[in-house]
């Protein structure tokens, strides 16, 4: 949710967290968070996840079913049955009302107003889904992980958001994936 009366944001200049509640993944930690968007100071609330099929805001709405092929059905599969109750918060997430999803924002600031917050799609993550060794068929990663064609052509980072804390790690294994032979 976003807020841009000029009065509220004005109140707050910082990033500040609570706690995710009992039995909701860690993704969920609800936080206010003063950002720039168009130049424009704003007050930010989240996060609550969404849906769309598309892989990148500007994709296909076929992306997600044209990514299912014979040889991923299964790991597809047995990530949903694996992570049942991830699925079951997500939907519920996504069938939350503004009014359901104000009453979150009200344990932040208690005289929050509804006409002061939009919804607003703030960003998309592609989740990481893979057979492992340690985990087994369709297991879901939490984390960030650089993937790359085998000759070094392309690379993409997908997973979790990757911030200062990752930034390094990530370009050295794109220069070591992407750049060996230079």
């Given at each position: 949710?976003?807020?841009?009366?000029?009065?509220?944001?004005?109140?707050?200049?910082?990033?500040?967290?609570g706690?995710?509640?009992?039995?909701?993944?860690?993704?969920?930690?609800?936080?206010?968070?003063?950002?720039?968007?168009?130049?424009?100071?704003s007050?930010?609330?989240?996060?609550?996840?969404?849906?769309?099929?598309?892989?990148?805001?500007?994709?296909?709405?076929?992306?997600?079913?044209?990514?299912?092929?014979p040889?991923?059905?299964?790991?597809?599969?047995?990530?949903?049955a694996?992570?049942?109750?991830l699925?079951?918060?997500?939907i519920?997430?996504?069938?939350?009302?503004?009014?359901?999803?104000?009453?979150?924002?009200?344990?932040?600031?208690?005289?929050?107003?509804s006409?002061?917050?939009?919804l607003?799609?703030?960003?998309?993550?592609?989740?990481?889904?893979?057979?492992?060794a340690?985990?087994?068929?369709?297991?879901?990663?939490?984390?960030?992980?650089?993937?790359?064609?085998s000759?070094?052509?392309?690379?993409?980072?997908?997973?979790?958001?990757?911030?200062?804390?990752?930034?390094?790690?990530?370009?050295?294994?794109?220069?070591?994936?992407?750049?060996?032979?230079a």
């Amino acid at each position: 949710m976003v807020c841009n009366n000029p009065e509220v944001v004005a109140q707050h200049h910082g990033k500040v967290y609570g706690k995710a509640k009992v039995g909701a993944p860690p993704m969920s930690v609800p936080h206010l968070d003063t950002r720039f968007i168009d130049n424009k100071k704003s007050l930010l609330f989240g996060p609550f996840a969404g849906f769309s099929p598309k892989f990148l805001k500007t994709g296909s709405m076929f992306d997600l079913i044209t990514s299912v092929k014979p040889n991923n059905v299964l790991t597809m599969l047995a990530a949903g049955a694996k992570e049942m109750p991830l699925t079951k918060y997500l939907i519920q997430q996504v069938m939350l009302s503004k009014e359901q999803r104000m009453e979150e924002l009200r344990e932040f600031i208690p005289n929050a107003k509804s006409e002061d917050w939009d919804l607003v799609v703030a960003g998309q993550r592609v989740q990481v889904i893979k057979d492992t060794a340690e985990g087994g068929k369709g297991t879901l990663q939490f984390g960030t992980e650089v993937v790359s064609a085998s000759d070094g052509s392309i690379a993409a980072l997908l997973g979790a958001s990757p911030g200062a804390s990752t930034a390094v790690h990530v370009m050295l294994e794109v220069i070591n994936k992407c750049f060996r032979n230079a």
